[in-house]
């Protein structure tokens, strides 16, 4: 079996964006983002290669080459099975399509550990570290709902999503916005099914500034008079903001976003975002590494938080309007917490 996955694995190495950091030591881990652009993951990756350093492990690190390269996610796998890697930290592109890939790491005594994003059904992993994503949209649709007062009931919402594929982390972040800004998400497990009138459109930006840009310019034709934004991350919002500045209109749309890493939350503290959603990349990816090493050692599977079926690695709302009855923390704690 490994030696066919290693075969396989060096046929698909050319479409694979990879490092290798070693150390001396007989551990090995694998972390598997979707990009190695985004700021979040680059920021995964740091904190992943500081707790390897830490425990005397080595680090294998692969990303795809765009959001959504699901074969190559696939191929990393492979690779790690075939390198013998104790445990693999991964931020699946493709929910659905990776559980046949991560039933094959567990079949090969691989420690399987989603991150940020989680697969379908949750269980195909061993364990999943991650922000509580829902509630991460549920608190920018709250604060929007605060932030427009009376003309929320009257509000033309654009909603610039990660892909058509529908994976988790943009499916619950989409549905936990509605909810908080109060529009009936009717199949809460996809987005595309409401019909409130308030929802001007919906496009897909493949988490990037040139694809924000282009879906909201493609929204802006369809109704002009958008005056909020809901993002899945913030480069996306960076990129819908250069839309709306374009035809002069960026001071008259509130945009609200989640990641709540460094430059997104300068971007709220410059008026660019409203409020974004914080989350903590190094934080998953340094206890994805303890827990590999525990495993290791011991055998010892992670654990959840209680009361969820994953680990809850923290949500803050970060503004510097804040609303009543939503929790938050201005731009300068936030900055001081950012990317965890």
């Known amino acids: 079996m490994k030696t066919s996955l290693m075969k396989t694995a060096l046929l698909g190495a050319a479409a694979l964006i990879v490092s290798v950091?070693?150390?001396?030591?007989?551990?090995?881990?694998?972390?598997?983002?979707?990009?190695?652009?985004?700021?979040?993951?680059?920021?995964?990756k740091e904190g992943a290669q500081a707790k390897a350093d830490e425990l005397g492990m080595k680090l294998l690190s692969f990303a795809g080459k765009v959001e959504g390269d699901h074969e190559g996610q696939v191929q990393a796998v492979e690779t790690c099975i075939a390198s013998g890697a104790k445990g693999i930290l991964i931020t699946v592109s493709d929910t659905k399509a990776m559980g046949p890939t991560a039933k094959l790491a567990r079949d090969n005594g691989v420690l399987f550990i989603a991150l940020d994003t989680p697969l379908e059904p949750i269980e195909a992993a061993d364990s999943t570290f991650m922000t509580d994503n829902f509630e991460a949209g549920r608190l920018i649709g709250a604060w929007a709902k605060g932030q427009l007062g009376d003309k929320a009931a009257d509000a033309k919402v654009a909603f610039l999503n990660?892909?058509?594929?529908?994976?988790?982390?943009?499916v619950l972040r989409n549905q936990g916005f509605m909810q908080g800004?109060?529009?009936?998400?009717?199949?809460?497990?996809?987005?595309?099914?409401?019909?409130?009138?308030?929802?001007?459109g919906q496009d897909?930006?493949?988490?990037?500034?040139?694809?924000?840009?282009t879906a909201m310019e493609n929204l802006l034709q369809k109704e002009p008079g958008i005056n909020l934004v809901y993002t899945i991350n913030e480069p996306a919002a960076a990129g819908a903001y250069e839309a709306l500045k374009a035809v002069g209109r960026e001071k008259e749309v509130l945009i609200t976003s989640v990641d709540g890493g460094c430059p997104?939350?300068?971007?709220?503290?410059?008026?660019?975002?409203?409020?974004?959603?914080?989350?903590y990349p190094l934080l998953m990816a340094s206890m994805g590494m303890e827990a590999i090493k525990r495993f290791a050692d011991t055998g010892e599977l992670p654990e959840n938080t209680e009361g969820k079926n994953y680990f809850h690695t923290g949500v803050t709302l970060i503004t510097d309007k804040p609303v009543d009855g939503v929790d938050s923390i201005d731009t300068k704690e936030g900055l001081a917490r950012c990317w965890g």
């Open 21 to 44: 950091t070693s150390a001396h030591a007989e551990i090995t881990a694998c972390l598997i983002t979707k990009t190695d652009i985004n700021p979040f993951f680059v920021k995964m």
């Open 204 to 213: 897909v930006t493949l988490g990037n500034e040139e694809g924000g840009r």
């Open 264 to 279: 997104g939350v300068q971007d709220v503290k410059g008026g660019v975002i409203g409020a974004t959603s914080q989350q």
């Open 162 to 170: 990660i892909a058509d594929f529908q994976p988790t982390v943009g």
């Open 181 to 200: 800004f109060g529009i009936d998400t009717k199949d809460i497990s996809k987005w595309g099914d409401e019909d409130d009138p308030r929802i001007a």
